[in-house]
């Protein structure tokens, strides 16, 4: 009973504080831990908003329209990344709702109720979620279902099964069915979410089958021309109908996050030097997302300027923010530099723009202004939140892999003496703080 009491007054004292920033403007002491977990739990607390799937005519794990399917793993995917830089539960029991409620009948998130407009990139998004449970060492879904590595597992070779090499010579569609416009489209992110899976499956797993997909796909997207070898940049995708010889080259922050990121897990992996160079190459090459003019603010170079970001673009700087983050520890040598360009993303842009709508910490889409652009959105929110609680990066561990959950158990259970000390460690705590709170 102690433990819930301590449980219930840390949540009362978070709500409280986000009620008291929700009242003005944001302030961030980027040189602060709690400042920074503060401001988070404000821009959490936006993001979910835009959530009634927990209210009687909401949808499970949906957020409202006009934000599609895929966008609500996203966001699910940063809440559950809030929860381990903060240690924040209070929407944990929604989160594993969420979770667990679209992995549709075949366990590859795949649901009825989406599946007939769903696109191969709309499942990847839902993966790197349900990856991230895993690695995040996430509660676990109830005994008798599948688990996150399993889940995971799933919608990885539900994906790679539908490579098409009937054009381009490989790659994935855009959409999965014949019947949706864009189906005769291979677009970048498709295949910037099946090689980011790859690569996290293969550090996750130790199974040389992921790195030689995420090889495969590297291959495919430099030999198609997706990606420029010189200046590491990624373009949106090509035609089937001309078997991908017009690419269209439009970039987007979130085509070069997922291979960032990437190459930042297999170069973890393999301590390789091509997958080394790779990830030096993409973080070179994501000079084009920031602005010197504005001290180093992220932005969408292809929409923002001129105010041409539809509701999925709004969100894609998101992205780019969290797999900044988790390549900095993946890959240390990048630390410095990508911290930097968060901090200056925050002090000059997000600190400016969060202090819109009537709760005066209401986020726009544009940072370079210095101010709120009048408009609002749960992709603002969630750029906002990422970009914010990537600055906590050092002071969480590194993705886990099963390796090292299989090590710890081994190590628990590797003699009746390690046993009894491991339980006294568990124990002691506990007892003195039930004393203390009673």
């Known amino acids: 009973m102690a433990r819930f009491h301590a449980f219930s007054w840390y949540s009362l004292w978070l709500l409280f504080g986000a009620l008291l920033y929700r009242a003005g403007a944001i302030e961030i002491d980027v040189n602060d831990a709690d400042s920074i977990k503060n401001a988070a739990s404000v821009l959490a607390h936006g993001v979910m908003d835009y959530y009634d799937g927990n209210q009687t005519d909401g949808t499970i794990g949906k957020f409202t329209w006009p934000y599609y399917w895929w966008e609500s793993g996203a966001a699910w995917g940063s809440l559950l990344d809030y929860w381990f830089y903060t240690g924040d539960t209070s929407f944990n029991q929604i989160l594993t709702d969420a979770l667990l409620g679209n992995v549709g009948p075949n366990n590859d998130y795949m649901p009825e109720t989406e599946v007939m407009t769903e696109g191969n990139d709309d499942q990847a998004f839902w ?10 060492n996430y509660t676990s879904p109830p005994s008798g279902q599948p688990q996150w590595q399993n889940l995971s597992e799933t919608v990885f070779w539900s994906m790679a099964d539908r490579w098409d090499t009937s054009s381009c010579n490989g790659g994935l569609r855009w959409q999965i069915f014949e019947f949706n416009n864009g189906y005769d489209y291979k677009n970048t992110i498709s295949n910037a979410g099946l090689f980011l899976m790859a ?11 992921y790195i030689d997909w995420a090889e495969r796909i590297w291959d495919w997207v430099e030999g198609v021309g997706l990606m420029d070898t010189e200046y590491y940049y990624f373009y949106d995708g090509a035609s089937v109908s001309t078997n991908c010889t017009r690419i269209t080259r439009y970039q987007w922050s979130y085509n070069a996050a997922c291979f960032l990121a990437g190459s930042a897990y297999l170069y973890n992996m393999t301590v390789s030097d091509v997958w080394r160079d ?9 000079r084009v997302f920031f602005d010197d003019n504005s001290g180093g603010v992220m932005f ?8 041409r970001c539809n509701t999925d673009m709004q969100s894609f700087k998101a992205y780019l923010s969290r797999f900044m983050g988790l390549t900095a520890i993946l890959a240390p040598w990048t630390y410095d530099r990508i911290y930097e360009s968060l901090v200056n993303t925050v002090v000059n842009g997000v600190s400016h723009s969060c202090t819109g709508g009537h709760d005066g910490v209401t986020c726009g ?4 202004a210095q101010g709120w652009d009048n408009t609002s959105g749960l992709g603002q929110q969630m750029t906002a939140l990422e970009t914010v609680q990537n600055l906590l990066i050092s002071q969480v561990p590194a993705p886990y892999t099963a390796e090292m959950f299989i090590s710890a158990a081994e190590r628990i259970s590797g003699g009746c003496i ?6 006294l460690m568990l124990i002691i705590p506990m007892a003195v703080s039930w004393l203390i709170l009673d």
């Not at 979620?129 to 995040?136: G, L, P, V």
């Not at 690569?199 to 089958?209: D, H, K, S, V």
């Not at 889409?365 to 370079?368: A, D, E, H, I, V």
């Open 199 to 209: 690569a996290r499956l293969a550090r996750y797993t130790a199974n040389a089958t």
């Open 127 to 136: 993966g790197f979620a349900i990856m991230a449970a895993a690695e995040r």
């Open 365 to 368: 889409t544009t940072w370079l």
């Open 278 to 286: 790779r990830t030096q190459n993409i973080l070179d090459g994501l």
């Open 300 to 307: 969408e170079v292809a929409c923002e300027r001129t105010q």
């Open 418 to 423: 390690g046993s009894w000390i491991f339980y």
